[in-house]
């Protein structure tokens, strides 16, 4: 043959003659490597859907239908490359049952049979069964009781006397013998008073071990449980139905938060189903009986007022025998509230007191002292001088929600041993909240018990 013509050398002709040949030999043991692999997969679906005669059959298991396997289709010419894509696709749905689940045809017949699972690398290996443990669902969390104080009391637990003492105990497992004297100048430096952080000091000293001094959360345990203690005073059950009609003096300086407070407990009894009739006796400041008209308008009570420096003991003493004939079930009296340190002011108090006395058997019924927790130990102050002019039966501590010097209800209730009836923790009517020492102390500290 002459080669002598063609572009090539006769060298090339043959190595591309070569190769040719080469890819043709190839293709066609790929086809038949392929059909011979599909063949010993199908010999795998046979012998898990076949139950072995040499395998005895459990007591009461179902009897299983074998599963006729499907005639394989014809390989058609050019099929290397569908072959290479069916290889590479999912198995078809009779070789899901190597994998736990049984044919769809055959469900129902094998419903109680357990599931078996068979190894790709044996093509004649057993089949197995799979015990199946169901997955148990997450229990669910248990719901941690929040006091509805905690946020109220942010400012307090985040910058008071008690995230101090927190920073002290932080990441320690034990306590340096000097931590005394760390929580002596927190106390000290704090808002409750140096008579009560002096109380509680010495109490740590002879009440806790040395042993329990090094301990975190035995002094930490300890101060919770103090505060507490200081709070829960003897008083008597608040019952409003124990006079009719019973009779609420309030007194306090101004801007403490008296008149709003006056209008939000009158809101709350009024949503009992309580008739209320409140008296303006705050006569000197001009805007005091307007807006303790605003309030009664919003809660639906009656008010009495007079003209502006009427005498306050008129007016008040008008307003609950008004509050007696026409059957009323609260009276609550507001009064003038200007400086404390005013000696006339006192008197006047004294007088109203008096007055009351005359005006309904019993009255007033109660006599609560409100204080703005924001004026810190000057509250602590303003109480002694009020209970001193007046027989105080209950404290309301406001704006607890504005400051970080509510640790000063330590203070009180230590120092001058009179109940915290409420407290003022938003402007909201529902954020005036009945005094629970409990629910206080896990709102105050719960931050730092993790």
């Known amino acids: 043959m002459d080669f002598s013509s063609l572009p090539i050398s006769p060298t090339e002709l043959y190595e591309l003659i070569a190769v040719v040949g080469g890819v043709g030999v190839t293709g066609v043991l790929g086809v038949l490597f392929v059909r011979r692999a599909r063949a010993a997969r199908q010999r795998q679906i046979d012998a898990v859907d076949e139950v072995p005669a040499a395998l005895p059959r459990r007591q009461g298991a179902p009897k299983v239908k074998a599963v006729e396997p499907e005639p394989e289709p014809e390989e058609e010419p050019g099929a290397e490359r569908q072959a290479d894509k069916e290889e590479e696709a999912p198995p078809p749905r009779s070789a899901r049952a190597s994998s736990g689940r049984a044919p769809a045809h055959a469900h129902k017949e094998r419903a109680e049979e357990p599931e078996t699972a068979v190894p790709e690398a044996a093509p004649a290996a057993e089949p197995r069964s799979a015990q199946v443990i169901p997955f148990p669902a997450p229990a669910a969390p248990k719901e941690k009781k929040v006091s509805a104080l905690a946020p109220g009391l942010a400012r307090t637990r985040s910058s008071g006397f008690v995230a101090r003492l927190g920073e002290l105990f932080s990441g320690r497992k034990e306590l340096d013998p000097s931590i005394v004297d760390e929580i002596e100048k927190v106390l000290l430096t704090a808002d409750i008073g140096v008579k009560t952080s002096q109380k509680l000091l010495e109490e740590i000293r002879s009440s806790l071990s040395r042993r329990e001094l090094k301990d975190p959360e035995a002094v930490w345990a300890f101060l919770r449980r103090r505060s507490a203690e200081m709070l829960s005073l003897p008083a008597p059950e608040l019952d409003f ?5 019973f009779v609420l003096l309030v007194i306090g ?21 309580k008739r209320v009739l409140l008296a303006a006796g705050d006569t000197f400041r001009a805007a005091a009986a307007e807006q303790l008209e605003i309030w009664a308008g919003r809660t639906g009570a009656t008010i009495v007022r007079g003209k502006e420096g009427a005498d306050p003991s008129s007016v008040i003493f008008d307003g609950v025998k008004r509050a007696a004939t026409e059957s009323f079930d609260v009276a609550i009296a507001d009064t003038a509230g200007r400086l404390h340190t005013k000696v006339d002011l006192m008197q006047e108090l004294q007088k109203v007191r008096r007055t009351l006395a005359k005006a309904a058997p019993g009255a007033p019924h109660e006599t609560w002292l409100v204080i703005d927790s924001t004026s810190g130990q000057n509250a602590i102050a303003q ?17 607890l929600d504005g400051t970080a010097k509510g640790g000063v209800i330590l203070g009180i209730a230590d120092q001058l041993r009179i109940p915290v009836r409420y407290v003022g923790v938003g402007e909201t009517v529902d954020d005036l909240r009945r005094f629970d020492p409990e629910e206080f102390v896990e709102a105050l500290f719960a931050p730092l018990e993790g």
């Open 383 to 399: 109480a002694q001088i009020f209970t001193e002019a007046m027989a105080v039966s209950g404290i309301v501590l406001t704006k």
């Open 241 to 245: 139905s124990s006079a009719k009609p």
């Open 253 to 273: 300086v101004n801007g403490s938060g008296k008149t709003t407070t006056i209008g939000k407990l009158a809101a709350k009894l009024a949503g009992d189903g």
